[in-house]
Nanobody
C-alpha cells in the first residue's frame, strides 16, 4: 500500500512557475513508477508527466513538454513537478500517482495509487 500526499499548488500569474511535491509512504518507493495527472473543470483527467522507478526515464504530455520537469528523490520518497511558463490552460487539480512497475506509463488505469490532489490556478 502506498499513500501519496501532494503539496505546492496555488495561484500564480501566467508566465510564472510552481513546484509541486508528492511525499510517498512505504519502504519500496523506488520500485514504483510515479507520475502526475491533472483534471480541469468539465474535462477528463489527463496525463501530464511520469518517471521510472530509477528516475532515468521520463515521459511528458505534448502540452507540457519543454515547460514541466518531473524528478524524484528515492532517498526521500518524493517526486516533484517543476512547472514553468504556466498558462491558463494549466489550471487544474493535479494528482500524484504511483504504479507498481518500474517503467513509466501514460494511462490512468495503470496507476493503482492516487493522492488527494492539489489545485493549481493560473491567472491570465
Amino acid at each position: 500500500q502506498v499513500q501519496l500526499v501532494e503539496s505546492g499548488g496555488g495561484l500564480v500569474q501566467a508566465g510564472g512557475s510552481l513546484r509541486l511535491s508528492c511525499a510517498a509512504s512505504g519502504r519500496t518507493f523506488s520500485v514504483y513508477a510515479m507520475g502526475w495527472f491533472r483534471q480541469a473543470p468539465g474535462k477528463e483527467r489527463e496525463f501530464v508527466a511520469a518517471i521510472s522507478g530509477s528516475g532515468g526515464i521520463t515521459l511528458y504530455a505534448d502540452s507540457v513538454k519543454g515547460r514541466f520537469t518531473i524528478s524524484r528523490d528515492n532517498a526521500k520518497n518524493t517526486v516533484h513537478l517543476q512547472m514553468n511558463n504556466l498558462n491558463a490552460e494549466d489550471t487544474a487539480v493535479y494528482y500524484c500517482v504511483a504504479a507498481p512497475r518500474s517503467l513509466p506509463v501514460i494511462t490512468v488505469r495503470d496507476y493503482s495509487y492516487w493522492g488527494q490532489g492539489t489545485q493549481v490556478t493560473v491567472s491570465s
